[in-house]
T-cell receptor, first 114, second 110 residues
Framework: DAGVIQSPRHEVTEMGQEVTLRCKPI?????LFWYRQTMMRGLELLIY????????DSGMPEDRFSAKMPNASFSTLKIQPSEPRDSAVYFC????????????FGNGTRLTVT | TQLLEQSPQFLSIQEGENLTVYCNSS?????LQWYRQEPGEGPVLLVT?????EVKKLKRLTFQFGDARKDSSLHITAAQPGDTGLYLC??????????FGTGTSLTVIP
């Protein structure tokens, strides 16, 4: 199994530009989580999907952030327009749904907005 | 406000020393997981504890879940440079709700 695959690994963009982060979860997992990690705030949950349906998006900072999961093997997190304070490492994690099983994280996308 | 507070936030010790990391909350969790994260990678699961008072050992690492299932500790015996990393606790509540702690950054100096 290839694990959770995120792309790109690094993204540098200018303020005001649109940014799209991508995630391919582990095949067969029915839940997908998007997290943001910064030194100041640690690992924050942005949104999670269950069976491709958004269940909890209360962590999405504001309307500039949107996430989609059009099918079980793909999800995107979009920021439009991006701002310097969005600079962080964004992680995607998939979950099998089995009791007491772990979250499987991708290697993250390091986003820098200048 | 973080649901899970970890202490200490940073820890730098010499190889061979022992250390304990704490993960505290006022909330009850159905299970608690510990992850380790290395630079440039995502967190990776170390252990899951489920029962109040449970103790699990993973080589030199000992994990304990509090009796009330609100807190946990991680004890490392004779730390090695390979133990260096960011340690994260995560509490699970019903409905696939995972809440991560603030993290403890450990550096073991050879």
């Amino acid at each position: 199994d290839a694990g959770v695959i995120q792309s790109p690994r690094h993204e540098v963009t200018e303020m005001g530009q649109e940014v799209t982060l991508r995630c391919k979860p582990i095949s067969g997992h029915n839940s997908l989580f998007w997290y943001r990690q910064t030194m100041m705030r640690g690992l924050e949950l942005l949104i999670y999907f269950n069976n491709n349906v958004p269940i909890d998006d209360s962590g999405m900072p504001e309307d500039r952030f949107s996430a989609k999961m059009p099918n079980a093997s793909f999800s995107t997190l979009k920021i439009q327009p991006s701002e310097p304070r969005d600079s962080a490492v964004y992680f995607c994690a998939s979950f099998s749904g089995a009791r007491y099983s772990p979250l499987h994280f991708g290697n993250g996308t390091r986003l820098t907005v200048t | 406000t973080q649901l899970l507070e970890q202490s200490p936030q940073f820890l730098s010790i010499q190889e061979g020393e022992n250390l304990t990391v704490y993960c505290n909350s006022s909330s009850v969790f159905s299970s608690l997981q510990w992850y380790r994260q290395e630079p440039g990678e995502g967190p990776v699961l170390l252990v899951t504890v489920v029962t109040g008072g449970e103790v699990k050992k993973l080589k030199r690492l000992t994990f304990q879940f509090g009796d009330a299932r609100k807190d946990s500790s991680l004890h490392i015996t004779a730390a090695q440079p390979g133990d260096t990393g960011l340690y994260l606790c995560a509490g699970e509540r019903t409905g696939n709700q995972f809440y991560f702690g603030t993290g403890t950054s450990l550096t073991v100096i050879p």
